[in-house]
């Protein structure tokens, strides 16, 4: 058996680097190392856990807050900075005359608005936001500067209107100036101080003939109401209603995206007049021309439809631009045709004569001896010129115009003159002196004429040959439109028709007519008339048209300044109509106070009534006279 031995030790592979520890005598044995122990992350978990908790609680009671209990007043106050309310303005109707050629109508514009809480310096971030914003849109707009900053200065209301009716262009001009300050503000050289102005699509109105029957239709104010004329006095039957709608903005600016709510406007209605442009332009013509040649005050001529008593013209000199209402005067802008009450003259004589062949008192052959001077009351009545005894018929006492001849026939009225005086004024009444028209037109009067038995001593002579009584020029010329209507008077009318909405064409109501005189007076008043006109011995001979039978009368009489309450200087006139033995056309003309060559009717007025009947003859292709009239008997031989 054998015994083993020690082992043997191991021998190092081939290459291996044996280490040797060797110990050092004295030195402590090496200690054997400790495990790593980390440390427990349950504390930093609880300190997160809490501070997340702290963070999602402040969000909750924020959002409980923001949710449920102040919902309402942050809802109202997001509104309040980002919705705004704004009217949509209605189209104004359109007005046309007979035609339908635009008189007056609307073209695009844009009023400028703004919110004066976008102003604040919570909004802008400084504290003269108005101050600065003014100073840019005063030039722009033409405005005050310091009343367009009070304008801008009012944090208690959200809409201020700027101006009214501008330009696209000046719309524009805004916008880049806004434009240019967004940029400046972004680049932090600058404010943007106009994010609160807005432009509002609105209409303009526009009357394309300018002075055309300007005192006719009037015009628009700054606040789109109308302010004198047919504008005035049908406005709310014009501009519509308007709308409004509500839409979001930011910054200045809509939000396409944001949704809006819209109450539509509704349009006005459109107007159609009785009204022939190219008549009243030929009128307006005439007189303007005549009052500047005359020197005179003012003047009107007045074209009547003698069967339907429409307007066909109602001009007036000085005249108006509506477009241009800065340059225009404001006592200027009336209708002084409607608005002036004046003594006519001779020209009211007609009505004296219609009484007097109504009443069988006389018939246009009556003899009348018409002596130098009359006296009456505490004068002597006198005519135009001095003369010897005339020996006049009644139709001469017309032609020459006799002052007074006219008294003596109108002293045939009654047994007494307190009762002639009770049938002339009844006459007169019945012709439409002393009332309205029946145009309903703004500013008009109705004229002066007393009660018969408030006439004085000198009224009852004179108001027979047409002083002492006051009348407008409207109210004249239907006195000659109802004597050419065989006796019947026609309300006159200055509207013929209506269109609403919905396009529906409406004709104005049918006029009142009224009987007057009988269809045989009317006749004799004709070819009295007539005999004005003919006749070598009447006053009318500048009426004469060729190829047709005129009639007619002159008026000169003495003129009431409006000032000093005074008579002084003349109003001459001329009335009639055409073709009179078919009668179509009434034409009246007045010239007030003319200083410049004459100042009779005849020779004042007798040539524009010329003019005018002329024209308008020709405009409504109204056929030449038929048989001639050369007049009838103005004076009688005494001996015979």
Not at 252 to 275: F, K, S
Not at 580 to 589: I, K, Q, S
């Amino acid at each position: 058996m054998t015994t083993p031995g020690p082992p043997r030790p191991r021998r190092p592979r081939p290459g291996a680097v044996r280490a040797v520890r060797v110990a050092r005598p004295g030195a402590p044995k090496p200690a054997t190392p400790a495990m790593l122990r980390l440390g427990s992350p349950r504390p930093r978990l609880r300190l997160i856990g809490l501070g997340l908790t702290l963070v999602m609680l402040a969000f909750g009671v924020r959002l409980i807050q923001v949710q449920a209990v102040g919902a309402a007043t942050y809802a109202e106050q997001a509104a309040l900075n980002r919705y705004v309310t704004v009217p949509l303005a209605a189209q104004r109707g359109d007005i046309t005359d007979r035609n339908g050629t635009a008189l007056a109508t609307t073209v695009d514009s844009y009023d400028i608005t703004a919110d004066p809480l976008l102003f604040t310096e919570q909004e802008t971030g400084v504290d003269d936001a108005p101050e600065q914003a003014a100073a840019l849109l005063a030039p722009i707009l033409g405005r005050d500067q310091d009343e367009l900053a009070d304008l801008l200065d009012d944090a208690d209301s959200r809409y201020a209107v700027l101006a009214r009716q501008q330009t696209p262009q000046t719309w524009r001009q805004i916008q880049d100036l806004r434009s240019n300050l967004s940029e400046q503000a972004a680049k932090g050289t600058g404010t943007q101080v106009l994010g609160g102005v807005f432009a509002e699509e609105n209409s303009k109105r526009v009357y394309p003939n300018e002075e055309l029957a300007a005192a006719v239709l009037g015009f628009v104010n700054s606040e789109g109401q109308g302010g004198g004329g047919l504008e005035a006095q049908y406005d709310e039957r014009l501009s519509g209603e308007d709308g409004t709608i509500t839409y979001a903005q930011s910054g200045g600016r809509r939000v396409p995206t944001a949704g809006e709510d819209e109450q539509p406007a509704v349009p006005g209605t459109d107007m159609e007049l009785t009204l022939d442009r190219d008549i009243q332009w030929a009128a307006q013509d005439a007189i303007t021309e005549q009052v500047e040649e005359s020197e005179a005050d003012g003047g009107y001529v007045v074209v009547q439809d003698t069967t339907t008593g429409e307007i066909l013209a109602l001009a007036s000199a000085p005249g108006y631009d509506p477009n241009d209402m800065a340059a225009t005067d404001a006592e200027g802008l009336g209708n002084p045709a409607l608005e002036d009450a004046f003594e006519l003259g001779s020209t009211s004589k007609v009505i004296t004569m219609a009484a007097v062949l109504e009443e069988e008192a006389a018939t246009p052959d009556t003899h009348v001896t018409v002596p130098n001077r009359l006296p009456r009351a505490d004068r002597n009545f006198a005519d135009h010129a001095d003369h010897p005894t005339l020996h006049l018929t009644l139709a001469g006492v017309l032609a020459q115009s006799s002052n007074i001849g006219t008294i003596l026939a109108a002293e045939e009225l009654g047994d007494t003159q307190p009762e002639a005086n009770e049938v002339l004024h009844s006459y007169l009444r019945a012709f439409g002196f002393g009332q309205p028209t029946g145009l309903g037109f703004p500013g008009e009067t109705p004229g002066i004429l007393a009660a018969p038995e408030d006439w004085d001593a000198s009224q009852q002579y004179t108001i027979p040959f047409g002083q002492g009584l006051s009348v407008n020029a409207v109210q004249a010329a239907s006195v000659y439109s109802t004597i050419a209507n065989g006796g019947e008077r026609v309300t006159p009318t200055l509207v013929r028709g209506t269109s609403g909405p919905d396009g529906q064409y409406e004709p104005a109501p049918e006029p009142e007519r009224t009987r007057v005189v009988s269809e045989d007076t009317a006749h004799q008043l004709t070819e009295m008339l007539e005999t004005v006109v003919a006749s070598p011995d009447g006053t009318g001979s500048a009426a004469q048209i060729p190829g047709y039978r005129v009639a007619g009368k002159t008026g000169t009489a003495n003129r009431v300044d409006p000032e000093s309450g005074r008579y002084e200087g003349y109003t001459p006139s001329f009335a009639g109509f055409a073709p009179a033995d078919d009668p179509r056309v009434t034409v009246y003309c007045v010239v007030q106070n003319p200083t410049a060559g004459g100042y009779t009717g005849s020779g004042v007025c007798g040539p524009i009534f010329n003019e005018v009947m002329r024209f308008s003859l020709a405009a409504l292709q109204v056929p030449p006279t038929g048989e001639e009239f050369s007049g009838l008997p103005v004076t009688f031989d005494p001996d015979a």
